[in-house]
């Protein structure tokens, strides 16, 4: 059974053998909920921006692949999106969220952990990379919808913003110092290494979500799931703000994992940088979101949600076109300033996209919303990962990463020829 708990969720009770109920986990305030909850996402980050770096690395380095077979890991981590998105939203809707979350982190060290250990018995293939990431995509699939639904359950609407911006910023603090004590660890103990930093992060993570209340579930077990997925989809597609954002992202998240997945292979091969370089250049990512989450509800109440969103889109488009000119270590901070730019003008976009689709879609299509928003947006990486890999096996790795800097213009321009123009706020 379930009651509505003082944190604002409800509690999952079982049976006391002395009589009444008791609490699944003890009751905490709301603030110290969030902190749990802020912990092991935080955690779960940090271990996710290592491997972000030591798994190109792995195959680049260890096993010499090619590289088709560098993006297709990429396009292998990111699939899941595009095979479990729609469904997660009912998964999620259906299943108790706190153990969910826990089955996923551990289902993503068990996958993490079997790289270091077949590395250590001289059996590592790259198979079993794409395998892992595979099995580390899909459960990322359920854990991040899983998370993106508990969080308006622990938190208040009005400090929805603010958290998701608090989570956004760590986030993007953990893929600064992950990505560059990451390239650290891999140029030191080498990037097989790295990955055990991941395994435990998901432990940590773990353990600490099996602390909190357990959210009650939404019901709806009544409905076929086909019936459920469509009204997500409707919900979203035929929305007049949710509609046009999703297509903003969709384009957005296309040509930033196809500039992710030509990174490494670019500046190891082409540019002829090191491993540690690689680390760092990505790491400017995490340098541009921490920026971009610092200063994204102010520019939204001087400007406007829905111009924020544009003007920074469109300026981190335009800042992405230096990118190509980094040709040697000498001109690495065309690479460097062009991925802050860019990433800073989609995570300014993704709060205020993101917040808004918490606050106001109905509490019993959350869960659908987001898994729609992820399963067309974020479905879009595998496929972006993939067409970078087999332009620059065509084209080459430079003429191909001027074609995907140039397309993040793509984004803003789909802003621009939706309603969004006109508007200064969503709604």
């Not at 899941?80 to 969220?97: H, S, T």
């Amino acid at each position: 059974m379930t009651r509505q708990g003082k944190a604002g969720v409800d509690v999952k009770t079982t049976a006391d053998p002395a009589g009444g109920t008791r609490d699944a986990a003890p009751w905490m305030s709301p603030a110290v909920i969030f902190r749990r909850f802020w912990l092991a996402t935080t955690v779960s980050g940090l271990g996710s921006a290592v491997t972000m770096v030591a798994l190109p690395l792995v195959a680049l380095i260890v096993l010499d692949a090619s590289v088709i077979e560098v993006t297709m890991l990429n396009a292998a981590g990111q699939v899941g999106w595009l095979v479990l998105g729609l469904p997660a939203g009912v998964i999620v809707q259906r299943y108790p969220l706190r153990a969910l979350l826990v089955t996923m982190d551990l289902v993503r060290l068990a996958a993490i952990c079997s790289i270091p250990l077949t590395w250590w018995l001289g059996a590592l293939t790259y198979a079993q990379l794409l395998v892992a990431a595979l099995i580390v995509g899909f459960a990322r699939v359920l854990f991040d919808i899983g998370s993106l639904t508990f969080l308006p359950a622990i938190v208040e609407k009005k400090e929805l913003n603010a958290r998701n911006g608090l989570i956004t910023g760590t986030n993007a603090v953990n893929e600064t110092g992950g990505l560059s004590v990451g390239a650290l660890i891999i140029q030191v103990m080498g990037p097989v290494v790295a990955l055990l930093i991941d395994a435990i992060s998901y432990l940590v993570s773990a353990l600490t979500l099996r602390t909190l209340p357990e959210p009650g579930t939404s019901g709806n077990s009544h409905v076929k799931p086909v019936q459920l997925i469509k009204e997500g989809w409707s919900f979203v597609v035929r929305h007049a703000v949710m509609g046009p954002c999703l297509w903003w992202a969709t384009a957005a998240n296309f040509f930033g994992i196809a500039l992710i997945a030509l990174t490494p292979v670019y500046l190891v091969r082409a540019a002829e940088t090191s491993a540690a370089t690689v680390g760092f250049v990505l790491a400017m990512n995490g340098l541009g979101a921490v920026i971009g989450s610092a200063v994204a509800t102010r520019l939204a109440r001087r400007l406007g949600t829905a111009r924020t969103l544009i003007v920074t889109s469109m300026a981190g488009g335009l800042i992405a076109l230096i990118i190509p000119f980094t040709t040697s270590l000498d001109t690495i901070y065309f690479f460097m300033i062009g991925n802050a730019g860019l990433s800073a003008g989609v995570v300014i976009g993704s709060i205020l996209t993101r917040t808004y689709r918490q606050t106001e879609s109905p509490s019993e299509l959350l869960s659908r919303v987001m898994a729609t928003t992820r399963f067309v947006s974020w479905g879009a990486m595998p496929l972006g990962a993939a067409v970078s890999g087999l332009v620059a096996d065509s084209i080459g790795l430079h003429p191909a990463l001027w074609l995907v800097c140039a397309g993040s213009l793509l984004a803003p321009l789909i802003l621009l020829l939706s309603p969004l123009r006109s508007r200064l706020d969503f709604g």
